[in-house]
């Protein structure tokens, strides 16, 4: 058992009701355990004696609210100083980055390196105040809140200098920027806006709207979106084909809950007859989402990997030239802790790379900003960093759903409460530290428009009237400086 111990009264501090919080085991795998408030601690009880970290919503002072994780610490009895073991957790973050991008001596890091010793400074004065808990409390908020400043200033120096770089060598000529697309564009002024920034379409198949009954399908949602593109001009990503979340899964499949053979089964003739129709018009397919992560059904980590075959092999030899990508949801994998029925992403993402899967890329989602279990905000060090470990194993990577809110705070906020202003700063942010990145192809918005159906409330380009966003307008100005540079 772990204690952890916080101080309310200090600058940072937990969210009372810990909604988001977990455990950690090593690689930062999410662990199965129980975690409750007594007082003014959290009690974490592991069913391992292994080393085992705190990963929640913390306050920043002057920054938002992110999800951060402690070190991995021993069981005892004695409470460990929260405060103290998230800001010792940034600490070394920040140095194994440093090392692994090369900064410690790179020119022009210095304003960052006095930030970084600023951060280690508090963070020995919190340690030699240890007998004082609630001045430690807030030394090591102080820490952690330069800390944050610094890996932030870090993420965007390294961007920028591989940013470059990348612009020079003429990395931005195909196309980089997508968007997925809402059911209808019958509005011409929609049109020119979606062909005036973006490069692709993401048009959705969901399995549920195309076979709402066992005996047929329909695809007339599907045409009439691929008919939009194509008189705009617009590359299609199709997908995803295979998915077993709640919103994918048609109704009649859950007579077939316990036979898995029937289920392979139709989801092969599935995907073989959407590939087939569209294998003309779609060059580009997610063939599969999510599958690692909570699923209707309760696979065997072997099904999981065979229904990732199937897909794969189905959509190679339906469209023998197309791109084929699996996608990761929920990246940091939190519901892993809850139902170890499913499989930690990076696992599912190792053992499709080492099982021979004939895959071209991963897709990666990327969404933020929610009030639910796996989409609360990680900064942007979190970020590149899971990019750069997903790219170890060797596959392009593509960003093929990006989204946060524009109002609102309870998944975690910059600056206190998301605005229009502080969703496009993000979204730019993001995209440069993504795209500074060789391995990194493209990345696409989640939304078009605000409206309903957003999966983020808020989360569009455009407003729901079609009105530009900030964020419409930064995204613009940044794919012209990219494509710009590119063609010099």
């Known amino acids: 058992?772990?204690?952890?111990?916080?101080?309310?009264?200090?600058?940072?501090?937990?969210?009372?009701?810990?909604?988001?919080?977990?455990?950690?085991?090593?690689?930062?795998?999410?662990?199965?355990?129980?975690?409750?408030?007594?007082?003014?601690?959290?009690?974490?009880?592991?069913?391992?004696?292994?080393?085992?970290?705190?990963?929640?919503?913390?306050?920043?002072?002057?920054?938002?609210?992110?999800?951060?994780?402690?070190?991995?610490?021993?069981?005892?009895?004695?409470?460990?100083?929260?405060h103290i073991e998230l800001a010792r957790h940034r600490l070394m973050r920040i140095s194994m980055k440093r090392e692994e991008w090369g900064l410690f001596d790179y020119p022009g890091m210095e304003t960052i390196a006095n930030l970084v010793d600023e951060a280690r400074d508090k963070f020995v004065d919190a340690l030699g105040a240890v007998e004082k808990p609630e001045r430690a409390a807030k030394l090591a908020d102080a820490s952690l809140a330069r800390s944050i400043q610094a890996s932030e200033e870090m993420c965007r120096f390294h961007a920028s200098v591989f940013l470059t770089r990348r612009q020079q060598a003429g990395g931005f000529a195909r196309p980089f920027l997508g968007v997925t697309l809402p059911g209808s564009l019958s509005k011409q002024p929609l049109k020119s806006r979606v062909v005036d920034v973006f490069d692709f379409a993401r048009v959705p198949f969901s399995w549920r709207e195309i076979?709402?009954?066992?005996?047929?399908?329909?695809?007339?949602?599907?045409?009439?979106?691929?008919?939009?593109?194509?008189?705009?001009?617009?590359?299609?990503?199709?997908?995803?084909?295979?998915?077993?979340?709640?919103?994918?899964?048609?109704?009649?499949?859950?007579?077939?809950?316990?036979d898995y053979d029937a289920i392979s089964d139709f989801a092969r003739e599935h995907i073989r007859r959407t590939v087939s129709r569209y294998s003309s018009q779609i060059s580009n397919w997610i063939v599969a989402s999510g599958l690692h992560a909570d699923s209707v059904f309760s696979f065997t980590f072997e099904q999981i990997i065979d229904l990732?075959?199937?897909?794969?092999?189905?959509?190679?030899?339906?469209?023998?030239?197309?791109?084929?990508?699996?996608?990761?949801?929920?990246?940091?994998?939190?519901?892993?802790?809850?139902?170890?029925?499913?499989?930690?992403?990076?696992?599912?993402a190792e053992m499709a790379v080492q099982s021979g899967i004939p895959f071209d890329a991963f897709g990666l989602q990327l969404i933020f900003g929610l009030d639910a279990e796996g989409f609360h905000l990680r900064d942007t060090l979190q970020i590149s960093s899971l990019i750069d470990r997903l790219a170890n194993l060797g596959k392009p990577i593509h960003l093929t759903s990006v989204a946060v809110p524009n109002s609102g705070s309870a998944g975690g906020a910059t600056n206190g409460s998301w605005t229009d202003a502080s969703q496009a700063e993000w979204l730019v942010n993001l995209l440069q530290n993504a795209l500074s990145k060789p391995y990194v192809e493209s990345a696409a918005m989640q939304c078009l428009c605000d409206g309903a159906n957003a999966s983020v409330p808020g989360c569009g380009v455009l407003r729901e009237d079609g009105s530009a966003k900030p964020a419409y307008t930064q995204l613009a100005q940044l794919r012209a400086s990219l494509q710009g540079e590119g063609r010099k």
């Open 1 to 82: 058992m772990q204690r952890f111990a916080f101080f309310p009264r200090s600058a940072g501090g937990p969210l009372a009701d810990l909604r988001g919080a977990y455990l950690v085991g090593a690689d930062s795998v999410p662990a199965k355990g129980e975690l409750r408030l007594e007082g003014e601690q959290i009690v974490c009880e592991s069913r391992s004696l292994d080393p085992i970290g705190l990963s929640l919503l913390w306050r920043i002072q002057g920054d938002g609210v992110y999800q951060l994780e402690t070190t991995r610490l021993l069981p005892r009895a004695e409470p460990y100083h929260l």
């Open 211 to 258: 076979q709402p009954k066992e005996q047929g399908a329909t695809y007339e949602t599907c045409d009439q979106a691929i008919k939009a593109c194509a008189k705009l001009g617009l590359p299609i990503r199709g997908g995803p084909l295979l998915s077993f979340g709640v919103t994918s899964v048609p109704d009649w499949m859950y007579i077939w809950e316990n």
């Open 308 to 348: 990732t075959r199937t897909a794969v092999s189905v959509t190679r030899q339906s469209a023998p030239r197309s791109q084929i990508l699996l996608e990761l949801t929920q990246p940091w994998g939190e519901y892993y802790a809850r139902n170890q029925r499913t499989v930690p992403p990076m696992l599912y």
